[in-house]
């Protein structure tokens, strides 16, 4: 059983450029979490998604950062005209149910270098 | 809303010596507890939980923590470490309600020297 994927593991991108990154949950899981993690700093929560919603997206940026996980393929976490501040290690992770008894487990993490 | 405080940013320990690691949380509501470990350049595992019950959970290497509800503390042990335990630990919280997200601390950096 593949555990949570996530790619790709390392991003480069130039300020303004669009980033994309792909979660495939493990499964039997339909519930998805996104986190970034910036240097020196715990994980903060971005959003929480169920097949084809959004659940909570209390922590995301209002502007530029939207996410989605569609009913066929992997949650897509798209970042548009990246700025240096975006550099960080975004990870997802993902549990069966969703309840907060749950384990969430996580993916590599995509680490996204802005230049 | 939930916070985390892990006290120490950095904890070195000598091989084979016993090592805590901290974590105090502020919540409004009952949570559930974490321990999560972060290897280098890998993605989070997790350690251990309390969910309910005895308030003394353990992991299969040996790590164990404890729910202290008067202190809002669920501290981290281990009586002896290895070099292969040096790592980012992280304590994370969740409220009882379905549907929440895990919130973290900013870990504690374990370095095991031989």
């Known amino acids: 059983n593949a555990g949570v994927m996530q790619n790709p593991r390392h991003l480069v991108r130039r300020r303004g450029q669009e980033a994309r990154l792909r979660c495939s949950p493990m499964k039997g899981h339909s519930h998805v979490y996104w986190y970034r993690q910036l240097p020196e700093e715990g994980l903060k929560f971005m959003v929480y998604?169920?097949?084809?919603?959004?659940?909570?997206e209390s922590g995301m940026p209002k502007e530029r950062f939207s996410a989605e996980f569609p009913k066929e393929g992997p949650s897509i976490l798209r970042i548009q005209q990246v700025v240096r501040g975006d550099s960080a290690a975004y990870f997802c992770?993902?549990?069966?149910?969703?309840?907060?008894?749950?384990?969430?487990?996580f993916g590599p993490g995509t680490r996204l270098t802005v230049l | 809303a939930q916070s985390v405080t892990q006290l120490d940013s950095q904890v070195p320990v000598f091989e084979e010596a016993p090592v805590e690691l901290r974590c105090n949380y502020s919540?409004?509501?009952?949570?559930?507890l974490f321990w999560y470990v972060q290897y280098p350049n890998q993605g989070l595992q997790l350690l251990l939980k309390y969910l309910s019950g005895s308030t003394l959970v353990e992991s299969i290497n040996g790590f164990e923590a404890e729910f202290n509800k008067s202190q809002t503390s669920f501290h981290l042990r281990k009586p002896s470490v290895h070099i292969s335990d040096t790592a980012e630990y992280f304590c994370?919280?969740?409220?009882?309600?379905?549907?929440?997200?895990?919130?973290f601390g900013k870990g504690t950096r374990l370095s095991v020297i031989a």
């Open positions: 919540s409004s509501v009952s949570v559930y």
């Open positions: 994370a919280v969740s409220e009882y309600s379905g549907n929440t997200p895990l919130v």
């Open positions: 998604l169920q097949k084809e919603n959004i659940i909570d």
């Open positions: 992770a993902s549990s069966p149910t969703g309840w907060g008894t749950d384990t969430q487990y």
